[in-house]
């Protein structure tokens, strides 16, 4: 500790002392300022000389010319413990003009004033609550003193980066796919992928000329697409079945469909699809879930959530009957029906009490229509037999956490980036990979 410091906190514990009151915090508090302030001369004093004095090796440009010295510069460095200004050599190409700090490279510094441990605190913050909330936190907590747009520009700035990070990753795993020859050696019993979709508001320009369910028929939300792999290995003495515990990891976007499967798809792939004996797909039947799981997963079992067959057949009940206890009576028997896998049953039945209504006889048949065609996908008894979840609570628990708790906060509106790439950070953070993106930053 250098002297002067070591001085400060000895005056500080000589003022405590002397004082006729006890006052635990602003002790504490201005002892705090003391370490953290003789920390930042330590750490300056470490960083001297890193990125200056004379190279061992040439420095060389993009555009392959040897690059120039030109001189010492000096910048501002907010660290863990506090700011401190650090000089390095600039270097310049003779023939493009581009420039280069060396010491900003080997300390992961280029193009901020912000250290990786501030910047990593800084994601974390803007990722679990508001950006204010997040500086505020940041002050409270660490002392570190930052506005809530620079939590917000640093924030996304890193899930920017791990959303081409995990890009990367992505195409070497499905490179890797397509060049494969052998099949895998099966390794464990179950992998389950379901898929889910949930609104977050938006600007009004990132919804320029897109339809929604407004009176006017314009849209306030966009849809995010969030997926979940996890895996089973075992059920409960009452032969449930149960998620493997930290199994589960989460991709999400807001991106066309096609996208999102390739991205569905990498995930799976990299958690082990081709290792796994059965491979189940969970979802709410949405179109883009059934096409996306019948593209990427045609050996897949195909399930959809029984919440939400159920409302199916509640809905069906609805428009078939008027009276509120035909309703109640019937929905009981076709939810119990449904609970067999009884899809035919619940079909013929309601084809033979059909409205004289032409328009609730349509609507009664789409209902009847949709059970039909996905009454494989809702075979729950058997289902259930061989130890398999029928519900997408995973997912839909992860809608509500990772999106809902995050981006749907009231009087939010987020940009088509904004929202993707802290969408991206809390996932890569529910799926336990932060350690994983920061050690691969490391060079
Ligand atoms: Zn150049």
């Not at 863990?80 to 650090?86: D, N, P, V």
């Not at 428009?319 to 449904?338: A, D, G, M, N, P």
């Not at 809702?378 to 398999?388: H, I, N, P, S």
Request: net charge positive; charged share 30%.
């Amino acid at each position: 500790m250098a002297i002067e410091q070591d001085q400060e906190v000895r005056r500080i514990l000589h003022k405590a002392a002397q004082a006729r009151q006890v006052d635990l915090e602003a002790w504490e508090s201005a002892l705090r300022v003391a370490v953290l302030c003789a920390g930042a001369k330590a750490l300056a004093g470490l960083l001297e000389g890193i990125g200056s004095g004379r190279r061992k090796v040439a420095l060389e440009c993009e555009c392959g010319r040897r690059m120039e010295s030109r001189g010492v510069r000096k910048k501002e460095l907010l660290t863990m413990l506090g700011s401190l200004s650090y000089s390095r050599s600039r270097f310049q190409c003779p023939n493009c003009g581009k420039s280069r700090y060396p010491g900003d490279e080997e300390l992961d510094i280029v193009g901020t004033g912000r250290s990786p441990g501030v910047r990593r605190m800084m994601g974390r913050a803007g990722s679990r609550c508001t950006f204010k909330e997040g500086c505020q936190d940041l002050k409270i907590y660490a002392g570190i003193k930052v506005s809530a747009k620079d939590v917000e520009r640093v924030a996304e700035g890193i899930g920017q980066d791990m959303e081409a990070w995990s890009r990367c990753e992505r195409q070497q795993i499905l490179q890797a796919q397509a060049e494969s020859v052998r099949p895998e050696e099966k390794t464990f019993p179950l992998l389950y992928i379901c898929a889910d979709g949930t609104g977050i508001p938006m600007t009004r320009s990132e919804l320029q000329g897109r339809p929604g369910k407004q009176a006017d028929g314009s849209a306030r939300t966009r849809e995010v697409k969030l997926g979940c792999i996890f895996t089973q290995s075992a059920q409960d003495e009452k032969g449930f079945p149960l998620r493997d515990p930290d199994s589960t990891s989460f991709v999400g976007a807001i991106e066309p469909a096609e996208a999102f499967g390739w991205r569905l798809y990498g995930e799976a792939l990299r958690r082990g699809l081709a290792r796994a004996e059965r491979v189940v797909v969970l979802g709410d039947g949405a179109q883009w879930i059934r096409n996306l799981g019948e593209f990427h997963f045609p050996e897949a079992t195909l399930i959809i959530d029984l919440y939400h067959a159920r409302e199916h057949v509640s809905d069906l009940c609805k428009i078939l009957f008027h009276q509120e206890k035909e309703v109640v009576r019937y929905r009981l028997r076709w939810w119990t029906e449904l609970d067999y896998g009884n899809i035919e049953k619940i079909a013929h039945q309601a084809r033979q009490r059909l409205p004289q209504d032409p328009e609730s006889c349509k609507k009664a048949e789409a209902e009847i229509n949709y059970l039909e065609k996905n009454k494989e996908r809702m075979r729950y008894a058997d289902f259930r037999r061989q130890g398999l979840f029928v519900g997408s609570g995973v997912v839909e628990a992860g809608c509500k956490t990772i999106i809902g708790q995050r981006l749907k906060q009231s009087g939010m509106e987020w940009s088509l980036r904004g929202a993707n790439a802290i969408i991206t950070l809390r996932c890569i953070h529910q799926s336990g990979r932060l350690e994983d993106y920061w050690e691969a930053r490391v060079p």
